[in-house]
Each structure stands twice: as structure tokens, then as C-alpha cells.
């Protein structure tokens, strides 16, 4: 239990020859950049792709509070402590508006909580990793919500109306979480030698996994090729990661923070840095249970499940006595 099992089930992407009639009109409006909306035709396999991804996406949105909900009654001022409690209530509506985009396909939320709490269904394997310090919360701020950014402002554009649409405002809401991470590294970085140790070992701790959440590199990517002829996926993750690399490398130079690659170096020729893979043994590991808070984070959600099972039972209840007054 609580393996986040790793099964994919990538196939070949059809040439427009190989579709039926009804396959090629579809990839044409797609190609063109027209937005499908829920509902017209898709092929199955789009469905179940965008269900596939936008579920895990809304599950990281969900999982992804508990590592900061974590410190929201340790923040050291109540400023800090107010605004971590407003991004960790944003990242709860990013769960919901994409639980709501994914309703759209004909999948209730309750569903996919199922498929999460019985290891159906992934989420982003960085939150499977433990805040250890306040300089944590501004690394996941600075590092996790710029990641996050860089692969969704490209989603606003996605071939899927009401994913595109959801991700407008979490982008909104993302770049200001991004900023409130960096700003905290920057007090850190600039305060006691104490406080700088304490940034430099969470930027130590989260670069890797940062760099993991943009996926496998393309060679291992079952979906990219698919995903992105359906403009599920707008970029291929490798193709992220590095421009991950060159917008952090010069913040971290800014903060005076040494990014822990010692191969990390500008390329000329390329126009882009060069940078050590991160460890994907370790990603394979995280995806299969195996990281180090897979089981309190799942667990976390399972009890807050269970735990609600009463208010649920209450409001199906009152709606059920409600029904017949409704209809007299
Ligand atoms: N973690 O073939 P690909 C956030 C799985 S939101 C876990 O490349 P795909 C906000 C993948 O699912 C962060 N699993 O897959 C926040 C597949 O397995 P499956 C989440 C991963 O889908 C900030 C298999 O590996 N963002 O952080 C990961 O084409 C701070 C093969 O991989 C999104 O979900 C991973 N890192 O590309 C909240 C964005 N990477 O499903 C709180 C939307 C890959 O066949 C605090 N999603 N896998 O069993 C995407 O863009 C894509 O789904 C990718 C993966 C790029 C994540």
C-alpha cells in the first residue's frame, strides 16, 4: 500500500493517415489551436490521459499543502505566518479547480480520491519529501512553485478548454507564491551566518527533487510523444528542466547560494547551462512508495478522508430528508 504504483501506458502516436474520419477531424481542430470543450468528441485515450494528469496535478495541488501546512504555526513573525496561510489555501482552490476540470470528463472527485488513497493515482513525487527548517518553506516556495510555473504557464495554452482556463489563475496565484519563496531566501541568505547555512542546506536538499518534478527525461517519457500531439503537454520535459536551470542558476548567484551541482556551468555555445542529471534511481524509488514521507503524506490524507466521513454522511442524509419537501 501507499506505492504510487508506476504503470504507464504510453503507445505509438497514430499518423493523421493511420485515424479514422472522426480521429483526423479531431487532431486538425487541434493542430489549428481550437479549444476542445467537454462535450464534444475526443478520443478515448484523450479522456483518459487528460483525467490521468489533470487528477495528479489537482492531487499535488492537495498533497502539496501538507508539506508547508507543516509550518504554518512555526513561522517566525505573524506576517510570514499569515501569508503562508493564504498560499496554502490557494493551493487547496488549485486542487478544486482542477478536481472541477477533471469532473468535466465524466469522473466524480470521489473517485479520484479513491484511486489516490489506494495508490492508483500519483501525485508529484517532491512533495514526498520532509520541510526540516523555515528555510524550507522558502525553498519550496522559490524552488517548487517556480518549477511549477514553468510547466503551466505553458498549459493556459493547452488543447483542453476548461484545463487551459483553470490554470490561468493558478498561474496568477503560483507567481505570487513563487516570489513570497524567494523573498524568504533572500532574508535568510542575507541574515546571520546561521540563517545562511540553513538556506544554502534547503537549496542542498530541494534542487534535485526540484529538478525531478518535471518528469523522466524524454527517453523515458511514456506520454510526451502522445500528449503532445493532443497539446496535453505543450513541451517536453527535458526541454522545462533546462529552462528551469537558466532562470534558477542566476537567482541562486543573486542570493549568494551555491546551487549543489559542481557541473553546473554556463554553456556559450548552447546558450544554456550545463547541469548533472538528478538521481533517477531515487525518482523511480519516490514514485514506487519508497521516498521519505510517502506513507505520512498518503496516510495524512486517508485519516483527513476518513475523519470527514461523518460531515459526509450528515449532508447525504439532510439532502435525502430535504428531497421529498422539495417535491410536495
Ligand atoms: N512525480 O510519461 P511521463 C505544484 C510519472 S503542482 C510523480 O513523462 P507525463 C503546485 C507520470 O505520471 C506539481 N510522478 O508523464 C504546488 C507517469 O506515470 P503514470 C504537479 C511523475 O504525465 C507547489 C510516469 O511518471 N504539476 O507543485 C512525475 O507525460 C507548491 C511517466 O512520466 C503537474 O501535475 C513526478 N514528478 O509528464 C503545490 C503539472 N513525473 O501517470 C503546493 C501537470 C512523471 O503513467 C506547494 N502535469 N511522473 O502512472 C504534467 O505536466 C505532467 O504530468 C508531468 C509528467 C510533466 C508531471
Partial sequence: MYAQMVKSTGSAVKSLDEMTPQERTFQERVDA???????????????????RQIGQHAHSEI????????????????????????????????????????????VSRDELYEALHEGRMKYSSIFNYPTLTWADIGAVGWLVDGAAIMNQVPLQRCSYGPYARAMVRICKEESFHQRQGFDIMMKMANGTPEQKEMA????NRFWGPSL?????????????????????KMNGNDELRQKFVDLTAPQAEFLGLTIPDPDLKWNEERGHYDYSEPDWDEFFEVLRGNGPCNKERLGARVKAWDDGAWVREGLMANAAKRQPMAAE
Fill in 200 to 203: 544554502q542546506d534547503a537549496l
Fill in 212 to 232: 525531478m518534478m518535471f518528469g523522466p527525461s524524454d527517453e523515458h517519457s511514456v506520454h510526451s510523444a502522445q500528449s503532445m500531439a493532443w497539446k496535453i
Fill in 63 to 106: 498533497v502539496g499543502q501538507l508539506p508547508e501546512g507543516n509550518w504554518i504555526t512555526r513561522a517566525p513573525t505573524l506576517e510570514r505566518k499569515a501569508i503562508l496561510l493564504a498560499k496554502v489555501q490557494d493551493e487547496a482552490g488549485h486542487g478544486l479547480y482542477l478536481y472541477c476540470a477533471a469532473e468535466t470528463l465524466g
Fill in 33 to 51: 489551436g481550437e479549444r476542445i470543450e467537454p462535450k464534444e468528441w475526443m478520443p478515448e485515450g484523450y479522456r483518459k490521459t487528460l483525467i
